[in-house]
């Protein structure tokens, strides 16, 4: 790591602590040559492969933003949604993998959504799997009520 203040390559590291997110490493930093102290955080990306084949960073904002439009109209408060938002982040993660496709993305995202609001739910999965007409809706009710009654 360079220093920013003299760009002497040989930095050391004197202090390392894990983010409260758990995703990212903080370290402090001083450079023996200028001893100016500086802090560089570390993450891991995760890359989301789109439909198109573009792949961009995954992004917890345009999943919560994406959940809130189906939670348009509801009762559900801004930290329930970003709790969503950090449970599809922490699955994704958990897999241990650098690259997941979209439509894992959107797998993750129901799972949870489902928990939260079922009305929601259904508002996601229409737009995500491409319901085409009633039947599409009918067979995921059919779906839920089967979970619930499992559930039970």
């Known amino acids: 790591m360079h220093c ?6 040989d930095t050391k590291v004197v202090d390392t602590r894990i983010s409260d997110d758990g995703y990212a490493i903080r370290r402090r930093r001083e450079c023996p040559i200028c001893n100016h102290r500086f802090t560089t955080i570390e993450t891991s990306a995760l890359m989301v492969t789109k439909h198109s084949g573009n792949s961009e960073p995954f992004n917890r904002d345009k999943v919560v933003s994406g959940v809130r439009k189906a939670c348009q109209g509801r009762h559900i408060e801004e930290d329930a949604l970003k709790q969503l938002g950090q449970q599809v982040e922490e699955d994704l993660r958990s897999r241990g993998l650098a690259q997941v496709d979209s439509e894992e993305v959107g797998k993750a995202i129901l799972r ?15 737009v995500y799997q491409n319901f085409n007409g009633l039947e599409d809706f009918q067979k995921a009710i059919d779906d839920l009520r089967a979970e619930d009654l499992s559930d039970k």
């Not at 949870?112 to 229409?126: H, M, W």
């Open 4 to 9: 920013p203040f003299c760009q002497n390559s």
């Open 112 to 126: 949870p959504l489902r928990k939260l609001d079922e009305v929601a739910y259904l508002r996601f999965a229409s």
